[in-house]
């Protein structure tokens, strides 16, 4: 039909959206601009830069590093699943570098685009389980690990996390708070004692309510406040 129907059909469907609503909704008005032809599927890379956190820099794998960090993890965020530029994760980053991760056994979950976990290993961790329901993301955890030459000593699982079969050293969660309460039903049994658990994706509103639950089984060490967000370090004792 062309570009005109195109825009006289969003027209219409927005007049009766704003006919029918319960809510104001303003004009809703449509408006069409021209753009000079680009390079999209490589303009974006220009607002990506390397990300440095203490020691650890997250670097988009197609730029050079060329900072102080002696740790340097590369990321291929063309997937979307995680890039080190939000708060949660980069205090996620900040907090792990507490912890003495030579040879220890962690477990990364919602691990995104691997960057926590990934992290983890080129920390001196020697065994990273990467979990995520989303099929795409552990694609990517997978492809960055390669990426990052780790992959040989990360493990990737692709669904729901059964916790009652393995214990680990070292758990880093950014989640939310809903689903960091409910997990916290059997995280705990699968922290080795004198273990870490990372967890963060806290508003500030519902922070003191988690760290109120996972009080129960664990110590606070560090709390971390960036922007709307919170992270936390607690230890197993």
């Not at 830069?49 to 820099?57: F, G, K, L, S, Y």
């Not at 730029?63 to 890039?83: E, H, Q, R, S, W």
């Not at 509103?205 to 406040?225: G, H, I, N, P, T």
């Amino acid at each position: 039909f062309g570009k005109d129907f195109e825009i006289e059909s969003l027209k219409h469907s927005l007049d009766v959206f704003r006919e029918n609503s319960a809510f104001p909704t303003g004009s809703l008005s449509v408006r069409v601009d021209s753009v000079k032809d680009s390079d999209w599927a490589n303009e974006w890379r220009k607002y990506y830069h390397p990300i440095e956190r203490e020691n650890v820099a997250i670097v988009p794998c197609w730029l050079k590093y060329g900072g102080n960090c002696d740790i340097k993890v590369f990321i291929d965020p063309g997937m979307a699943f995680g890039t080190g530029r939000h708060e949660t994760t980069a205090m996620c980053v900040s907090l792990l570098q507490k912890i003495d991760l030579n040879s220890k056994i962690v477990l990364d979950i919602g691990c995104g685009s691997g960057i926590l976990g990934i992290s983890a290993l080129k920390c001196g961790a020697k065994h990273c389980v990467m979990s995520d329901i989303d099929s795409n993301a552990i694609i990517s955890a997978r492809e960055n690990s390669q990426l990052n030459g780790v992959s040989e000593s990360a493990e990737f699982v692709c669904g729901n996390l059964n916790l009652s079969e393995n214990r680990y050293d070292v758990v880093l969660a950014n989640l939310t708070a809903d689903i960091l309460l409910r997990l916290f039903e059997t995280l705990p049994e699968a922290v080795n004692s004198g273990g870490y658990v990372v967890i963060s994706g806290l508003i500030h509103e519902r922070a003191d309510e988690v760290l109120q639950k996972y009080s129960e089984k664990f110590k606070l060490v560090e709390r971390l406040c960036e922007g709307e967000w919170q992270a936390m370090l607690l230890n197993k004792e």
